[in-house]
């Protein structure tokens, strides 16, 4: 009669047994155990934290975009064929308005050589980085911008001199609240109103904006606009992009640039995925080596429990049931650090998106693949130390 039928006739091992045997290998060591887990635990840590903070962040995305909408087209001048800088039409927002599916559109004029400062005393040189702009009434309705504080310059006066600022402008010139001064082209204008941040228009975050009316007046402004904004219906964005320019610059188009901030944004939302991308890579290898622990781990476990494999095998254990303790006590050691690392790696994203205002958005499967592949791990790494304690002959144990 062979050894495996002999085996089968002299015991048997039932699933809750196996498992009893392969958690009682952790509960006689626990520090061992917590420490083997660890290389696992910290490996999925990473890769949950690393892709829950990247769901979120495109969650944030995305919700701004489905608030925004991608309905909105920034237009301005590029250059000629022979290298001159080309202008926008002074008209251009009412030639815009004017293509079907158009729902609004304004404009911003860069002025040249026009500083703002907190006040008549600041160095010249100390700009900030801060550009003042001459803009149309209708801006914050076409580009999405609102008011974080005050209110717009449409409610002002015309030729007056009051300021809305960016937000970031706001910060550099060290304005909290509306109704302050600052020095605006040699003359105080009156704050009267702070932007929020725009996702659509960052350039507007850093700039000063005046009205027409007394950019004219001030600063000679001629009525070119720098850049037009418009606004259309999403389904009418891509044959709206292709009238623009031959709407403003019938005889050269191509010196007419549009382009898509929503574009931008998912351009950045694609990066941060790429990015992710590596990332995982880098869990990935703590994942490897947190394997190769358990691997070592189970060796040492195996040869400083000779004995105990040669009692079992002399009390008719088989070696089928020494191959399935081990290989259980490997699954469960790794199954326990996937789960605290999954537990870790909700945390870390929780924390993160909580501190920058973020959704915390995990997929399910992901929490669900981090344990599997735990497990995974700890059934290849726990394998060859299973069958070399079955290879363990019971008289050698029992002698050594």
Do not use: C
């Not at 087209?73 to 000629?80: D, E, I, N, P, R």
């Not at 809305?164 to 020095?183: F, K, M, N, S």
């Not at 228009?201 to 850049?227: K, M, N, W």
């Not at 189970?298 to 079992?312: A, T």
């Amino acid at each position: 009669m062979s050894e495996r039928a002999t085996d089968s006739i002299r015991s048997r091992l039932r699933a809750s047994d196996a498992l009893a045997l392969g958690a009682h290998g952790l509960r006689a060591r626990p520090m061992r155990a917590v420490l083997s887990s660890l290389g696992i635990a910290i490996g999925i840590a990473a890769m949950i934290s690393v892709i829950g903070i990247s769901t979120s962040s495109q969650a944030l995305v995305q919700q701004k975009l489905s608030e925004l909408g991608t309905g909105l087209l920034t237009v301005t001048a590029g250059t000629g064929l022979t290298g001159e800088e080309a202008s926008l039409p002074q008209n251009s927002t009412a030639m815009l308005r004017r293509i079907p599916d158009a729902q609004s559109a304004a404009s911003t004029a860069l002025l040249d050589d026009v500083p703002v400062y907190r006040s008549e005393f600041i160095d010249a040189g100390k700009t900030g980085g801060l550009i003042v702009q001459a803009a149309s009434a209708d801006l914050l309705e076409t580009t999405g911008a609102t008011l974080a504080q005050g209110r717009w310059l449409d409610t002002a006066p015309a030729g007056l001199p009051t300021v809305v600022l960016g937000g970031a402008a706001a910060e550099r010139l060290g304005i909290q609240h509306p109704g302050r001064l600052v020095w605006l082209g040699g003359t105080n204008f009156s704050v009267i109103g702070i932007l929020a941040a725009s996702p659509l228009a960052p350039e507007l975050d850093s700039s000063a904006l005046i009205g027409e009316q007394v950019a004219t007046d001030l600063f000679g402004f001629d009525g070119h606009p720098t850049t037009v904004y418009q606004l259309s219906a999403d389904a009418a964005v891509t044959a709206t992009r292709d009238l623009i320019p031959p709407t403003l610059s019938p005889r050269s188009p191509t010196e007419i640039k549009v382009s898509r901030p929503s574009d931008a944004l998912a351009a950045k939302n694609t990066v941060d995925q790429a990015f992710t991308g590596l990332l995982i890579g880098v869990g990935s290898i703590a994942l490897l080596v947190g394997g190769i622990g358990v691997a070592n781990t189970m060796i040492i476990s195996v040869l400083e429990r000779r004995r105990e494999i040669g009692l079992r095998r002399a009390l008719g254990a088989t070696k089928g049931h020494i191959r399935v303790q081990f290989l259980l006590e490997a699954i469960l050691l790794s199954a326990f650090g996937g789960l605290a690392g999954s537990l870790i790696g909700w945390g870390i994203t929780a924390a993160t998106a909580g501190t920058n205002g973020w959704p915390t958005v995990i997929p399910p499967l992901v929490l669900v693949a981090g344990v599997v592949v735990t497990v995974a791990v700890g059934a290849i790494a726990g394998l060859l130390p299973a069958i070399r304690a079955a290879r363990t002959s019971p008289t050698a144990a029992l002698s050594s």
